[in-house]
């Protein structure tokens, strides 16, 4: 996706602390309390964690089977 506007303004960086391996990031966007924040490395095992996760979960939907 293009955005229309030509002036790219910069983005506020804010420091986090990645929980989970404890490493300094910036990230665009202020780390709430109580919410856990991850730098990018993380956030892409996270998420791809989390495919993973959901497909399994497919999968064992599907193993079910009723007995009569
Ligand atoms: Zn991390």
Not at 23 to 34: C, D, H, I, L, M
Not at 41 to 68: A, D, L, P, V
């Amino acid at each position: 996706m293009k955005y229309p506007f030509k002036i790219f303004r910069k983005r506020e960086m804010h420091k986090i602390t990645c929980s989970e391996c404890d490493k300094e990031a910036e990230v665009p966007f202020r780390q709430k309390r109580g919410l856990q924040v991850y730098c990018q490395e993380c956030f892409i095992k996270k998420s791809m964690q989390r495919k993973k996760e959901e497909k399994h979960k497919e999968e064992e939907e599907g193993i079910n089977e009723e007995k009569t």
